[in-house]
């Protein structure tokens, strides 16, 4: 888990081996009691998706250290968010037939792992599992609000079918939404009407099976934009949302989040300059930043990231604009002057996609800014990543 | 290193869980030997660059099990590699101060490690070294031919003052080129053009170092689309290549290789359908795919990827088109009918950019399809990757 520092070995982000990547953990901890704060005003639980850090560290900063509800993306991340005491999960992607043995292993072990499924076929083998195992197999059934990925539509002929094949084995627990057109609603008042259809589906979804007779639990909802928007969560059970802990340049440019709220950051070091092309070239390439490019449909595309110095102040003009796998360019933006950074200047990139960066590292080297500025700040801890499938 | 699986334990790919990467050891097999038929014809060593597969067990295959020379993209490539006996290799990305401990830590196990520098600031410190530790650090001066990255114009006035200050600390070893626009070179004839001035450019720096006494070794070039091209490398001494082992759509894409010729897959299981949106939605996303989009830029668009059945073989017009963390989405193309694949169907995504999409995973599950063809077929081997820097 958290690997603390000692004292006789504290070390600054000058010294380990670049390029890696780099929590805030201040800024991080300030995401988190936002969105908290949130909740608590619109009177729903809040169940973190931990598919971004994919950390035990940082999850122990969204329940107060507590193992409270989480959100998983893979039966890997279940297994040790359950290794470490966590017994109240979701499994947020459509169940398959062959990956039921480690449910059913984990609801042996005592974890409630709510699976996700949006077909009779898929209710069916869940069924059919919790009959044979006897286990409770806890389902929620995917609702569509936007279009956006899986799901029924809230009035699919279909919906209250399947909730019957699910009550009838004593595996129906609820409803899930998920606002994923919401990371292209530009304006808060886009994002409070997605955030009112993402209720609206779930609770239709939810009213028609419990009209239907069948009791519904669960009523899930939320995205990064989404929650940060809702204005009113009546019906709703619980409010997922993940991005939010990091927050990154598209949240930014969604307005959700400012620069200064970014808690993932890239150490990078300048190993060369091309004055002809005005480029600075650096060792931080798509590989330590993903090949995600996720501002460039928005308004103001960010490149592969925007540069701070070390200390995480921005570095006015400058944006990542070119990466092959180990190599970063730097080049200045609107006419800016390229600013004087010579070889070895370590430099630090805040992503595009705080998803995707963070899944290009084992870990994070962890800050603290509410410490105060340095221009080479203390590292205070290693968080791991959980990794694979 | 390589996991041979026991006669008992005998799996297919129908069985480890999914999303999960794949290597055809008789593609790769394939590729490697007609890049290294070339070389032979073209009366070039040839120096591999491992930095797509980043495996033991794939570069055993290069150099006939030989630990012969190599090209690296990280520390940890050459550390694991120096580890596993090899002793001749080139680390291809500019050096910077704080990376020389490792470098000379190496070159104190006796392997010969070349460093790529385009600065006198950058000859300057690693000279300093050499006469510090007494070691010899070779260097190579990288050469621009194409304007595409790093590098020094084959007539920068400067060349000369760097291979001096390498020269007088026993750290010359040659230069170094490659044609990185060669990936948008989309025909034959653009290719061997692209290889030429890749060539023209390392033999003029060649011969301006001669010419003011400076004794030059190595003449390097290559890069996957000039290496398939070049007719003539009168002067060059050594060809490198590394996404070739692999291939990939990108390549297919420009016509170096054939779709039947990419070694690398992602398998998937089919988790759902939308036939309102003619959508089939796989567990296989950008997480375990990559978000290279390598082919968007191409005249034929391939979206996340092509499609295969579990034997390889291709689906026609089926392609990935969408991608969140770890859902993909399929769907057909200019009016071809979507097949029938029920929910546990596996598939195999053949990638954009090998180099990145192996990045997303901890190691490759090995077929062999020159055994022949079969509907799930046998694995022969797990070869882990290299990761971290």
């Given at each position: 888990?958290?690997?603390?520092?000692?004292?006789?070995?504290?070390?600054?982000?000058?010294?380990?081996?670049?390029?890696?990547?780099?929590?805030?953990?201040?800024?991080?901890?300030?995401?988190?009691?936002?969105?908290?704060?949130?909740?608590?005003?619109?009177?729903?639980?809040?169940?973190?998706?931990?598919?971004?850090?994919?950390?035990?560290?940082?999850a122990?900063?969204?329940h107060?250290?507590?193992?409270?509800?989480?959100?998983?993306?893979?039966?890997?991340?279940?297994?040790?968010?359950?290794?470490?005491?966590?017994?109240?999960?979701?499994?947020?992607?459509?169940?398959?037939?062959?990956?039921?043995?480690?449910?059913?292993?984990?609801?042996?072990?005592?974890?409630?792992?709510?699976?996700l499924?949006?077909?009779?076929?898929?209710?069916?083998?869940?069924?059919?599992?919790?009959?044979?195992?006897?286990?409770a197999?806890?389902?929620?059934?995917?609702?569509?609000?936007?279009?956006?990925?899986?799901?029924?539509?809230?009035?699919?002929?279909g919906?209250?079918?399947?909730?019957?094949?699910?009550?009838?084995?004593?595996?129906?627990?609820?409803?899930?939404?998920?606002?994923?057109?919401s990371?292209?609603?530009?304006?808060?008042?886009?994002?409070?009407?997605?955030?009112?259809?993402e209720?609206?589906?779930?609770?239709?979804?939810?009213?028609?099976?419990?009209?239907?007779?069948?009791?519904?639990?669960?009523?899930?909802?939320?995205?990064?934009?989404?929650?940060?928007?809702?204005?009113?969560?009546?019906?709703?059970?619980?409010?997922?949302?993940?991005?939010?802990?990091?927050?990154?340049?598209?949240?930014?440019?969604?307005?959700?989040?400012?620069?200064?709220?970014?808690?993932?950051?890239?150490?990078?070091?300048?190993?060369?300059?091309?004055?002809?092309?005005?480029?600075i070239?650096t060792?931080?390439?798509?590989?330590?930043?993903?090949?995600?490019?996720?501002?460039?449909?928005?308004?103001?595309?960010?490149?592969?990231?925007?540069?701070?110095?070390?200390?995480?102040?921005?570095?006015?003009?400058?944006?990542?604009?070119?990466?092959?796998?180990?190599?970063?360019?730097?080049?200045?933006?609107?006419?800016?002057?390229?600013?004087?950074?010579?070889?070895?200047?370590?430099?630090?990139?805040?992503?595009?996609?705080?998803?995707?960066?963070?899944?290009?590292?084992?870990?994070?080297?962890?800050?603290?800014?509410?410490?105060?500025?340095?221009?080479?700040p203390?590292?205070?801890?290693?968080?791991?990543?959980?990794?694979?499938?």
């Amino acid at each position: 888990m958290s690997t603390a520092f000692s004292p006789a070995a504290v070390r600054t982000l000058a010294d380990p081996d670049t390029p890696f990547a780099v929590v805030d953990a201040h800024r991080a901890r300030r995401n988190i009691a936002r969105l908290r704060a949130r909740a608590d005003r619109l009177g729903v639980g809040l169940r973190p998706h931990v598919k971004t850090a994919k950390s035990l560290d940082a999850a122990a900063l969204l329940h107060d250290g507590a193992p409270g509800p989480l959100t998983v993306s893979t039966l890997a991340e279940a297994e040790a968010f359950a290794d470490a005491g966590y017994r109240d999960l979701t499994y947020a992607v459509g169940i398959e037939p062959r990956k039921l043995p480690r449910v059913t292993a984990l609801s042996r072990r005592g974890v409630t792992l709510r699976v996700l499924l949006d077909s009779a076929e898929q209710a069916e083998f869940v069924a059919a599992a919790a009959r044979e195992t006897g286990l409770a197999l806890p389902a929620l059934i995917e609702i569509d609000c936007d279009g956006h990925r899986g799901g029924l539509k809230p009035d699919a002929p279909g919906l209250t079918g399947i909730g019957r094949v699910l009550h009838d084995a004593g595996c129906l627990d609820g409803v899930l939404t998920h606002a994923g057109e919401s990371y292209s609603a530009f304006t808060a008042e886009e994002r409070r009407a997605a955030a009112r259809d993402e209720r609206d589906a779930a609770v239709t979804a939810a009213r028609r099976l419990r009209a239907a007779g069948l009791p519904v639990r669960t009523v899930s909802v939320g995205s990064t934009p989404t929650a940060h928007a809702a204005d009113d969560l009546t019906g709703v059970t619980e409010l997922r949302a993940g991005n939010y802990v990091f927050f990154d340049l598209v949240m930014a440019g969604l307005g959700v989040c400012a620069p200064a709220d970014i808690a993932l950051s890239v150490v990078v070091t300048v190993i060369g300059h091309r004055p002809e092309y005005g480029w600075i070239v650096t060792d931080g390439g798509w590989m330590a930043l993903s090949r995600d490019r996720g501002t460039a449909g928005q308004p103001q595309d960010q490149g592969y990231g925007l540069v701070t110095d070390l200390s995480g102040t921005l570095i006015p003009g400058l944006v990542m604009t070119a990466a092959s796998q180990e190599h970063g360019t730097l080049t200045a933006r609107d006419g800016a002057a390229l600013p004087e950074l010579p070889i070895g200047t370590r430099l630090r990139i805040l992503p595009n996609h705080a998803c995707a960066t963070a899944a290009q590292h084992h870990g994070y080297h962890v800050v603290d800014s509410g410490r105060g500025t340095s221009a080479s700040p203390a590292i205070e801890a290693y968080w791991p990543r959980v990794s694979g499938w």
